[in-house]
Protein backbone atom coordinates (compact mmCIF):
# COMPACT_ATOMS: atom_id res chain seq x y z
CA UNK A 1 0.00 0.00 0.00
CA UNK A 2 2.76 2.58 -0.39
CA UNK A 3 1.50 4.36 -3.68
CA UNK A 4 -2.06 4.61 -1.75
CA UNK A 5 -3.77 7.87 -0.67
CA UNK A 6 -4.34 7.40 2.79
CA UNK A 7 -6.96 10.04 3.38
CA UNK A 8 -8.87 7.91 1.70
CA UNK A 9 -8.12 4.94 3.90
CA UNK A 10 -11.37 3.83 6.42
CA UNK A 11 -10.91 1.80 9.41
CA UNK A 12 -12.09 -1.73 9.39
CA UNK A 13 -10.86 -3.25 12.47
CA UNK A 14 -9.99 -2.34 15.56
CA UNK A 15 -7.98 -4.35 18.76
CA UNK A 16 -5.58 -4.68 21.41
CA UNK A 17 -4.81 -8.02 21.18
CA UNK A 18 -1.92 -9.64 19.14
CA UNK A 19 -4.32 -12.87 18.61
CA UNK A 20 -6.91 -10.93 16.87
CA UNK A 21 -4.45 -8.38 14.78
CA UNK A 22 -2.68 -11.98 13.53
CA UNK A 23 -6.01 -13.43 12.68
CA UNK A 24 -7.86 -9.90 11.12
CA UNK A 25 -4.10 -10.00 8.87
CA UNK A 26 -4.49 -13.88 7.45
CA UNK A 27 -8.04 -13.03 6.85
CA UNK A 28 -7.22 -10.34 4.74
CA UNK A 29 -4.30 -11.67 3.44
CA UNK A 30 -6.13 -14.81 1.97
CA UNK A 31 -8.94 -12.42 0.29
CA UNK A 32 -6.35 -10.15 -1.38
CA UNK A 33 -7.37 -7.20 0.39
CA UNK A 34 -4.51 -4.59 0.53
CA UNK A 35 -4.40 -3.22 3.94
CA UNK A 36 -2.58 -0.67 6.40
CA UNK A 37 -1.80 -0.86 9.87
CA UNK A 38 -2.11 1.97 12.28
CA UNK A 39 -0.53 1.47 15.38
CA UNK A 40 1.01 -1.79 15.12
CA UNK A 41 4.52 -1.51 17.11
CA UNK A 42 3.67 1.27 19.15
CA UNK A 43 1.75 -0.12 21.99
CA UNK A 44 4.95 -0.17 23.98
CA UNK A 45 7.15 2.49 23.12
CA UNK A 46 5.27 4.94 25.24
CA UNK A 47 5.79 4.45 28.87
CA UNK A 48 2.58 3.57 30.00
CA UNK A 49 2.84 0.02 28.42
CA UNK A 50 -0.40 -1.88 27.69
CA UNK A 51 -2.63 -2.04 30.14
CA UNK A 52 -5.79 -4.32 30.68
CA UNK A 53 -7.57 -2.94 28.02
CA UNK A 54 -4.79 -4.77 25.59
CA UNK A 55 -3.78 -1.37 24.26
CA UNK A 56 -2.06 1.40 25.34
CA UNK A 57 -4.11 4.12 26.33
CA UNK A 58 -2.18 7.26 24.74
CA UNK A 59 -1.65 5.71 21.15
CA UNK A 60 -5.01 3.50 21.17
CA UNK A 61 -6.06 0.27 19.86
CA UNK A 62 -4.20 -1.30 16.70
CA UNK A 63 -6.09 -0.08 13.70
CA UNK A 64 -6.40 -1.70 9.89
CA UNK A 65 -7.87 0.47 7.27
CA UNK A 66 -8.27 -0.76 3.92
CA UNK A 67 -9.84 1.72 0.69
CA UNK A 68 -13.14 2.17 0.97
CA UNK A 69 -14.03 -0.09 -2.31
CA UNK A 70 -13.05 -3.12 -0.23
CA UNK A 71 -14.61 -1.44 2.97
CA UNK A 72 -17.94 -3.95 3.01
CA UNK A 73 -16.06 -6.96 2.00
CA UNK A 74 -13.12 -6.64 4.64
CA UNK A 75 -15.99 -5.58 7.29
CA UNK A 76 -17.90 -8.83 6.17
CA UNK A 77 -14.80 -11.30 6.41
CA UNK A 78 -13.65 -9.74 9.46
CA UNK A 79 -17.59 -9.64 11.25
CA UNK A 80 -16.76 -12.55 13.58
CA UNK A 81 -13.76 -11.26 15.07
CA UNK A 82 -14.56 -9.47 18.16
CA UNK A 83 -12.94 -9.67 21.83
CA UNK A 84 -14.07 -12.27 24.38
CA UNK A 85 -14.47 -11.56 27.76
CA UNK A 86 -11.47 -12.80 30.22
CA UNK A 87 -12.76 -16.12 31.95
CA UNK A 88 -11.98 -14.75 35.21
CA UNK A 89 -14.52 -12.06 34.67
CA UNK A 90 -17.05 -14.50 33.51
CA UNK A 91 -16.39 -16.51 36.58
CA UNK A 92 -16.89 -13.53 38.86
CA UNK A 93 -20.03 -12.91 37.25
CA UNK A 94 -21.09 -16.48 37.61
CA UNK A 95 -20.09 -16.21 41.32
CA UNK A 96 -22.77 -13.13 41.77
CA UNK A 97 -25.76 -14.72 40.67
Given at each position: MENLDKERL????KSGHEGLIALA???LDEANIEYLIMNEGVQDLVGLGVFGTGFNPIT????????PESEAYAKELLSGLEEST?????KEEESDK
Open positions: VTVFKSIGPVEMKVLPLDED
